[in-house]
């Protein structure tokens, strides 16, 4: 059987006949290369890197556009460099599912060497500290998710590890925006030198946020004294260090073992998915769609590869806002959430499956196209309609992409803000428009509330994806049952979470859409079968 570790360029003909297409390069030498000019720092090295970036990557290699391969630094699982880069030689087997069921299948060697970037590690951490002082280093890109940048808690107050990072200085940060910024500060200290820090999380303006974390680190330094005032200039001067803005689009779930199977069946030996102890879910593989966009702001102080060459849209930062806004505050994301929301609720493991489901279809219909569509800005080089169009009528109904309403549902608090939130506020900020108008973005939030509850549509309980606010949220729901009708109980058990302006933007009381989801989370909980019959009659209502 084939393996990752097999010689490629020697096996070329064995790949072929598996029909895994396979590098036009010598592996090794991209490796030196990477170690000695190290040009592409990626933070992350989940499944969304290695199959859309590391492939970006490859391309570019291939073509003579880059001469060096990826630094992978990841900050969170040391189990994921040991035993899937490490093991596998740095190596990824890339799997596209497409909708007539067949699979493509490519070998990637573009990362060049693989770190363990925390500082439970010496020799990761001064690996990649060293890194940071070469001058070859063009640019940084990170797929942490949104809680990688978090360093305040529900409140807004710093949390324990941030408040340490800034009391203790530069040297070992816990978070990792502390560890950024000591990198950035080993950068600085090595000449001022250029560098692009690009984020390519799945949120919107995340430069922004990436560039405000950053800088709340740094400037607590400086209060405390560990950094002079020039670091803060050096972070601030965006000809030495930017933030580039990014919109980024791809369905990748996890590791999946329907593909393992058929990979193995195939004659393809490495199929273990690796569950770790810190509950990520990789394997030698990566199943994704085939679907993508890629877009980012063209500041790279540094220089930078061509990426325009392997399909990444390079452009000026409104035009990556307003695709951002488009995608993940009205086209994409919140049809996604919403399907997690209701998915689990109605004991669905199949986003595919979902959209079967007349009143799931007509759920995600009504809010991309009715709510979210009216107030989007066209980019220009995404057409949103379409965008719609394809996201309801190809990508989300492809059985070949085995993903579920559980791992989208991961993170929800620290989603909706952006997801539904920012809608929200576009119908506030219009004086043509009513906030209170809306119906299905407040249907998807009272099923938020009701999903907390977690108990399903059958009046079975069922395990919640993992959230950071999980456990906190659901102790104002703990006291509410099915059947249960008293307004002032459900209001009291719905107000701490409604009125928290951290999670949905704004006091959804203030703003008229708090009583309107309540009445939504009664009829939700009115018995068994009520999240079905509240979401039926209401899709047949509106349409």
Known sequence: MLSLNDDYLAKSADFS???????????????????????????????LFRCFHAKIAQDLINNHELTSGVTIAE???DEVIEKIYNAYHNRILRVVMNSDGSLEKELLASVGEAVYFNQAS????????????????????????EKGYALTDVSGALTQAAKEDIQNGPEKPKTNMGAIAHLLYARYNAGKLPIAMVSTDNFSQNGLKLETEVLRVAEGWLKNGFVDQEFIAYLKDPKKVSFPWTMIDRITPNPAQSVADRLKSSGFADTTILHTKKHTNIAPFGNTEKTHYLVIEDNFPNGRP?????????????????????????????????????GNLLDYTSIADELTDDDLLGLIKALGYKEDLPVVKDPKIINPKKFIDELITMRLPNKNIPDTPQRIASDTSQKIAIRYGVTIQHYLDDPQLDVTSLEFIPLVLAGWCRY?????????????????LLDNLKSYVAGINLSDDDQA??????KPILANKSIFGNDLYQIGLGDIVED??????????????????TVKNKK
């Open 520 to 537: 939504y989370f009664k009829q939700l909980i009115a018995g068994k079968h009520a999240v079905r019959k509240t979401l039926h009659e």
């Open 306 to 342: 061509q990426l325009e060459k392997a399909g990444v849209i390079l452009t000026d930062r409104e035009t990556v806002n307003d695709a951002d806004q488009m995608k993940v505050t009205a086209c994409l994301n919140p049809l996604h959430t919403a399907l997690a929301i209701y």
């Open 122 to 145: 010496e020799k990761g951490w001064n690996r990649l500290t060293e890194i940071f002082t070469k001058p070859s280093l063009q640019f940084a890109t990170f797929s942490i998710t």
């Open 75 to 77: 900050t969170y699982d």
């Open 452 to 468: 907390l509850m977690g108990i399903d549509d059958n009046g079975n309980e069922f395990t919640q994806s993992p959230d950071p």
């Open 489 to 494: 109980k459900i209001h009291q058990a719905l």
């Open 17 to 47: 006949t598996q029909t895994i297409a396979i590098p036009k390069f010598d592996q090794s030498k991209i490796s030196n290369s990477t170690k000695e000019k190290p040009v592409w720092v990626h933070f992350g090295g989940g499944n």
